[in-house]
């Protein structure tokens, strides 16, 4: 299985800073790396797929960057409603599988 | 929009089976595969399988190969996850997700998702 190594686990930061969360795949997987959102009590949601494809209405200050084993998820100008759960998934070859959660926490 | 609406939380014994369902609306049911995934405790999401919603042919992870059944009713617009011989181990909360596919590109992902079933295993 190709394992997803995301990091940090946990981040605090203040509305309006940028922030980054960074996965690594244990084995090149070209751009097939999804970033996802959860919040408690909603259901998770794609963000980015394709590494940097931007989802349908989700708002221009999410971006993600990489390809092959190294690939980043970029929070410009952080909004209260972005603190949050944030996951990767490689989407390559099943077993999909996913790094270990970072949760943004407010400052 | 596309929704996927689940089943309510359910606590079993050790040694018994759980069947979840994942009713779909707004979208055709047969377009898409719907997949199904876990988080356990203070673990990561863990995919389990997924189902060819069209035909019916499924996959599943080999951690589950034997112990899961995914199946659907397409007169329900719906997919089913059976997970038998419960252990407290498989206490969790299970999603199940569309795939969105772009064909060109083979890229995919996971959306939408439901919200998930919470199962409790506990004697």
């Known amino acids: 299985d190709i394992q997803m190594t995301q990091s940090p686990s946990s981040l605090s930061a203040s509305v309006g800073d940028r922030v980054t969360i960074t996965c690594r795949a244990s084995q090149l997987i070209s751009t097939f790396l999804n970033w996802y959102q959860h919040k408690p009590g909603s259901a998770p949601k794609v963000l980015i797929y394709a590494a940097s494809s931007l989802q349908s209405g989700v708002p221009s200050r999410f971006s993600g960057s990489g390809s092959g084993t190294e690939f980043t998820l970029t929070i410009s100008n952080l909004q209260p409603e972005d603190f949050a759960t944030y996951y990767c998934q490689q989407s390559y070859i099943t077993p999909y599988t996913f790094g270990q959660e970072t949760k943004l926490e407010i400052k | 929009q596309a929704q996927l609406v689940q089943s309510g939380a359910e606590v079993k014994k050790p040694g018994a089976s759980v069947k979840i369902s994942c009713k779909a609306s707004?979208?055709?049911?047969?377009?898409?595969?719907v997949h199904w995934l876990r988080q356990a405790p203070g673990q990561r999401l863990e995919w389990m399988g997924w189902i060819n919603t069209g035909d019916g042919t499924t996959k599943y992870s080999l951690k589950f190969q034997g112990r899961v059944i995914i199946t659907r009713d397409t007169s329900a617009n719906t997919a089913y996850m059976e997970l038998t011989s419960l252990t407290s181990e498989d206490t969790a909360v299970y999603f199940c997700?569309?795939?969105?596919?772009?064909?060109?590109?083979?890229?995919?992902?996971?959306?939408?998702w439901g919200l998930g079933t919470l199962v409790t295993v506990s004697s």
């Open positions: 707004g979208y055709t049911f047969t377009t898409y595969p």
């Open positions: 997700a569309r795939l969105m596919v772009v064909r060109r590109h083979a890229q995919n992902w996971l959306d939408p």
